[in-house]
């Protein structure tokens, strides 16, 4: 409940979440069928990098930042398009620093990319911040904004009406237990929406458990599930976030492609020391066969 994502909004952790929730988006709109976006831990929808808070930290210079102008190779361009074209269609007019003053959280990015007839759900518990994320998609039919712990979400708000979707789960970790919680809310969500696209997102930092949480991830028998991580720095003399990692469940045929050439780039381009690394593997599965969504 203490934390405020505009400290962190546009930060290279945003970069690496963002760009592969709109490749997600991208490729569930290859069938005419509509899908529904479910965010459980929504925030405001919508960040000002010109806002004291943005400029105390300035962590956007560092991701978002060092990615919008830079002249990119064709086949990372193609993969960043969706997420960096929605970037830019939130600055048309640019701004003093980089041309940058606005930034599109998880829920503002999937409607962003959306056809009339997708739907987004967004769950924040926070009691401004949902009434600054409700006020955002006031009078959005397409929208539903709800004050809910989305951890509940999990369970009440799956399987989606329109049986297809993704699930972005994307907690603060602001105490202790989040990874387990991770495991547990995807068992649940897994059983009561098994065809669903689920992507998770967790930080990499010193002392983290990592190596438990994806053997505990593996032990659930999901059929497919891959692994992509990115790490800026060492962690060795600092407290706060060296990196940060997702986990897609029935990942689109085509990401473990996209990761294997996006990441990379994002390694060499937002490092911040020479400990910079990056990773995409299968936790657990492999490629299936190439077919549609």
């Known amino acids: 409940m203490n934390y405020r994502h505009i400290y962190h909004a546009g930060n290279f952790a945003d970069v690496l979440k963002h760009a592969v929730l709109a490749r997600l988006v991208t490729y569930l709109k290859q069938k005419d069928k509509a899908f529904r976006v479910l965010d459980t831990h ?21 991701g978002i930042g060092r990615l919008i102008d830079a002249e990119l190779p064709a086949p990372v361009a193609a993969i960043l398009e969706p997420y960096l074209s929605a970037v830019r269609d939130l600055n048309p007019e640019g701004g003093p620093e980089g041309g ?47 004050r809910l712990d989305g951890w509940l979400a999990l369970g009440a708000h799956l399987p989606p009406k329109e049986k297809r979707g993704l699930v972005l789960v994307d907690p603060p970790f602001e105490v202790e237990g989040e990874y387990e919680r991770l495991v547990d809310g995807l068992a649940k969500a897994y059983r009561r929406f098994s065809s669903g696209i689920f992507c998770l997102w967790y930080p990499l930092k010193k002392g983290a458990p990592i190596k438990d949480f994806h053997e505990a991830l593996k032990a659930l028998e999901i059929t497919k599930m891959l692994c992509a991580e990115l790490s800026v720095r060492s962690d060795r003399h600092i407290t706060g976030l060296a990196g940060s990692g997702l986990i897609v469940v029935n990942p689109p045929y085509t990401l473990k492609g996209e990761l294997d050439t996006l990441l990379p780039f994002l390694k060499t381009r937002l490092a911040q020391d020479r400990f910079a690394s990056a990773r995409c593997f299968w936790l657990r599965g492999e490629a299936p066969l190439n077919r549609g969504p």
């Open 100 to 146: 940058l003053t606005h930034y599109p959280g998880s829920p503002k990015l999937a409607r962003m990319l959306f056809r009339p007839q997708d739907r987004l759900s967004a769950m924040e518990l926070h009691p401004d911040d949902y009434e600054i994320l409700h006020r955002l998609f006031d009078g959005d039919f397409q929208s539903r904004i709800t």
């Open 42 to 62: 929504a925030g405001i929808g919508l960040y000002d990098l010109s806002s004291e808070e943005a400029q105390k930290t300035g962590e956007w210079r560092e």
